[in-house]
């Protein structure tokens, strides 16, 4: 838009702005030739991406520019944070980041305190969003398509309950008129991230396919983003491939470490030793502490755990795995030695035997160790690690994608 329209679009009440909003839309836009949107796969996909964000967040006055032309932040280490990369021809030119919600917390929450219920729900945060300025095409024809990646990415692949975004007040007409989004703090927030006031904006997953529908199927194709999203299937879109129920995709290797969060920023110097732990909690001691923690390695740190949102009929769901235990919500008539099904994929059943170790009445949860499982928890177990392992990080993980 214009800056007259602009202009007269922020002086009209809400209810009267948003629907003309809607109107200027048009999701039609062809995609640029070349274009792929995928998980970043490669150091150099990575390098590109926080390279695109930090000369970005220069460009509009977020951050001073750094040393070396960067921009990481800590969440990045997390084998939980998911790196979008959109690529024409084979070069990076916009990226946008999925952080999911651990004890480290998001980078949001330093501005708004999540309600105690949601935390129990699986939530993550849009963030580190970034076009190349050379390939800022017209009518969102690079940013649409990474809109309808993030979209179903979180739905259909992590299986996301709730996202948060934070964005600056002039941005917020955008997602929350066209993108549905909720606004959680009403007047803009010094965010300490980044050198800018922004506003928090949040969606129910499960709410917001409903509202689309609501609002944008009585309109035209090239107005009705429920189609665009839902529906269209877009070629340059791709996906990762699941042989079971997975809600990660880490590209981390113990030498990525090394490279981004020692050499290319003092992030693990400035981490807390609870902070470290957090992230050291989801790595493989065994391949990452050193990079974490130097050569002195890591003391009271538990073996590696999986995010999950397992669902069993004998709790609301399972929140995290491993191979010896797991943590599941509300459960039901469980008692010790009794052996439980989990559904793994949409074909195969893990039998585990279990021992009760905690409860907590208070958030409703219980830790179970497995005392035997069948084979099919093992495979489960060893495929969630096969992100983890060495041969995995040959500078080529291309072979996990496919087109959607």
Known sequence: MGKLKNIILNKLPNWICYPLIREFMDVNIEPPGG????????????????????????????????????????????????????????????????????????????LYEIPEEEKKRRIAEVSSL?????????????????????YQYVANYLYIDRVYISVT?????????????????????????????????????ADLKKRFDKVYSNKSDKKNLYKYFAETMLDSLLFPERSFYKFFDNILSAELITEFFVKESNILENMSVDEKKSVSAFLPTEQFQEALWGRFGANNVRG???????????????????????????????TNQMWLDVSVSSHEIAKIQIEIVWIDTEQRQVGL????????????????????????????????????
Request: aromatic share 10%; proline share 3%; hydrophobic share 40%.
């Open 169 to 205: 007040p002039q941005a917020s007409k955008f997602y929350e008129s066209i993108l549905l989004f909720d606004r959680v703090t009403p007047k803009p927030l010094k965010y300490t991230f980044v050198d800018v006031s922004v506003v928090v904006l949040t969606a129910d997953l």
């Open 35 to 110: 274009l792929e949107i995928k998980l970043a796969s490669t150091k150099e996909e990575l390098l590109e991406s926080f390279r695109i964000l930090h000369d970005a967040y220069v460009e509009h006055g977020y951050m001073k520019a750094s040393f070396n032309g960067k921009r990481i932040i800590k969440h990045f280490c997390l084998p939980t944070t998911s790196i979008i990369v959109a690529k024409i021809d084979g070069k990076v030119v916009g990226t946008l980041s999925i952080i999911q919600r651990t004890s480290l917390k998001l980078p949001f929450e330093n």
């Open 369 to 404: 160790k497995i005392i035997q499982s069948n084979d099919t928890w093992k495979d489960y177990i060893s495929y969630l690690s096969d992100d983890f392992s060495s041969s995995n990080h040959d500078n080529n993980i291309q072979k996990k994608t496919k087109a959607s």
């Open 304 to 334: 590696q755990r999986f995010l999950s949102k397992l669902l069993v009929d004998w709790a609301d769901t399972i929140v995290d795995v491993s191979l010896v235990g797991l943590r599941a919500v509300n459960p039901k008539k469980i």
């Open 130 to 150: 970034a076009i190349d300025r050379n390939y800022r095409l017209k009518g969102g024809a690079i940013f649409l398509p990474m809109c309808k990646f993030f």
